[in-house]
């Protein structure tokens, strides 16, 4: 059963300009260790790639009902892809045990981009 649900949508122009700003600051607050390294190495690729995950993660929040704060911090979002694209969310921290009070058994997410913006959309599913 569906609990809840969370969309986002991220210009992603805006994003290049902070991340340009603070770079590697900026991304250690945001993404872990393993989706950095994920991140394709062209410049263009590169930021659609972490637009389209702050986008998750902003989708994801929602669906917890929190937003990204004192019960779901960012890096307790991991966005990971199957082998064929599929993009999934893995809930750790806080958003885990919010996700396990609201009765929130998995969240399934779905993202696209095009030129200008990137958005996601999640899903919180009750077992």
């Given at each position: 059963?569906?609990?809840?649900?969370?969309?986002?949508?991220?210009?992603?122009?805006?994003?290049?300009?902070?991340?340009?700003?603070?770079?590697?600051?900026?991304?250690?607050?945001?993404?872990?260790?393993?989706?950095?390294?994920?991140?394709?190495?062209?410049?263009?690729?590169?930021?659609?790639?972490?637009?389209?995950?702050?986008?998750?993660?902003?989708?994801?929040?929602?669906?917890?009902?929190?937003?990204?704060?004192?019960?779901?911090?960012?890096?307790?979002?991991l966005v990971q892809?199957?082998?064929?694209?599929?993009?999934?969310?893995?809930?750790?921290?806080?958003?885990?045990?919010?996700?396990?009070?609201?009765?929130?058994?998995?969240?399934?997410?779905?993202?696209?981009?095009?030129?200008?913006?990137?958005?996601?959309?999640?899903?919180?599913?009750?077992?």
């Amino acid at each position: 059963m569906i609990i809840a649900t969370g969309i986002d949508i991220i210009e992603i122009e805006r994003f290049q300009k902070t991340l340009e700003r603070y770079d590697r600051l900026f991304l250690d607050h945001i993404f872990t260790p393993e989706e950095q390294a994920a991140a394709p190495t062209s410049d263009r690729a590169r930021v659609t790639y972490f637009a389209a995950r702050w986008a998750v993660k902003e989708a994801v929040s929602k669906v917890l009902g929190t937003g990204i704060g004192e019960h779901c911090a960012w890096t307790d979002i991991l966005v990971q892809r199957s082998p064929l694209g599929k993009p999934s969310v893995t809930l750790t921290g806080k958003a885990a045990i919010t996700a396990k009070k609201l009765g929130i058994a998995a969240v399934h997410v779905s993202i696209s981009h095009e030129q200008h913006y990137a958005c996601a959309v999640a899903i919180g599913e009750s077992s």
